[in-house]
């Protein structure tokens, strides 16, 4: 799976370029505030439909201009296929290979990505809800019945929250039941998918992590809930656990249980990485888990996704950089950096330089 091509028009800082990308390592390059983490954003939203750095589309737009667009052309194991993005102040138009697609399940998996940069200690540092986001996004792009069983969940959610405000005790009693049992349904699939996914991540996470520092320390990912059987026990245990919570769902007036409350728990050599890892620790460990998740890309869909490496060397010290050069041998990456030459260290690559929201020559 690669990009041949990415079109930029009126996008954040671009009027108007467009890279060609070679099928191993790609390098921009370029001082701070160039474009280069732009550039890097365009293509993971063509991939999920989203931006992991703005909430509104419209902020994407360059400033002054009235809409912007991105366009990918692209090959995957199926052929070649074209991503084409329009965004506008209030809306915005998807086209894959020129078909408009009215939902983000059909863009799905027609280019895959992973994206790493600085920001990605979020994944250990902060709350439950970056590692959530984590295994949403990763998981969506491999199975649209995810994506959809979640989107579904989240908005029965919202329901069933807004009913607990309710001030009408009988009739939230007697209402619960019916968006429960809705509920459990496409919290069954979450719970599954998610556990599936932390099956596969778990031993690749341990085994990069080992791999990085040069077996210093040990890296362990599980979730914090243990959920047993198939979907219809799941769906069971948690109408159980939704009827045992309800007085303290009325009393908080949003809902205590469920796949929306879960978490990963994240250990380095026995100690919670949350609460006791250094910095350094915690920028290996979010690597190894994003390095995992490009092994299980390849292994569902048979191609490895493409690999964005947002001012992620900086970060690293010399090993380190050199053991991830040599470990995405071989995978499409797009790499951003102040100074090529201080980080390749004579790897073969693509160097593409920014300067203003321009390719230089």
């Not at 439950?128 to 969940?153: G, K």
Request: proline share 2%; net charge positive; aromatic share 8%.
């Amino acid at each position: 799976m690669q990009i041949k091509k990415l079109f930029l028009q009126n996008f954040r800082n671009y009027e108007k370029e467009t890279f060609a990308f070679s099928d191993g390592l790609n390098v921009l390059f370029g001082k701070n505030a160039q474009g280069k983490t732009n550039c890097a954003e365009a293509v993971f939203y063509l991939c999920t439909g989203a931006s992991l750095r703005i909430r509104h589309d419209k902020q994407l737009v360059k400033i002054g201009a009235e809409s912007a667009k991105i366009t990918a052309e692209a090959e995957n194991r199926y052929g070649r296929v074209t991503i084409e993005a329009d965004i506008f102040e209030n809306k915005r138009e998807i086209r894959v290979n020129g078909t408009k697609i009215t939902k983000n399940a059909d863009l799905m998996g027609h280019i895959n990505s992973v994206f790493f940069s600085p920001g990605e200690l979020r994944l250990i540092q902060d709350g439950p809800d970056e590692r959530r986001r984590f295994m949403n996004i990763s998981i969506s792009q491999t199975s649209p019945a995810y994506y959809t069983a979640l989107l579904r969940y989240n908005k029965i959610l919202d329901q069933r929250n807004a009913l607990l405000k309710n001030s009408d005790y009988s009739l939230v009693l007697d209402t619960l039941p019916v968006w429960d049992e809705q509920l459990c349904k496409y919290a069954a699939t979450v719970v599954k998918k998610r556990a599936e996914f932390l099956d596969k991540l778990a031993p690749y996470a341990k085994e990069l992590h080992a791999y990085l520092t040069d077996g210093a320390e040990e890296l362990v990912v599980r979730p914090d809930k243990k959920y047993e059987g198939d979907e219809d026990e799941i769906a069971k245990t948690l109408l159980r656990r939704l009827s045992n919570n309800y007085d303290k769902d009325l009393r908080l007036g949003f809902t205590t249980v469920g796949p929306h409350r879960d978490d990963l728990d994240v250990l380095i050599s026995g100690v919670d990485a949350k609460a006791y890892a250094s910095q350094g620790q915690t920028r290996t460990a979010a690597l190894s888990m994003k390095l995992a998740e490009v092994r299980i890309f390849k292994d569902l869909s048979g191609e490895y996704p493409i690999l964005v490496l947002d001012d992620v060397m900086s970060e690293l010290d010399l090993p380190r950089r050199k053991k991830l050069l040599q470990r995405i041998h071989g995978i499409q990456t797009i790499l951003t950096c102040t100074h090529a030459e201080r980080v390749l260290y004579g790897t073969e690559c693509n160097k593409i330089r920014i300067e203003g929201g321009r390719i230089k020559e």
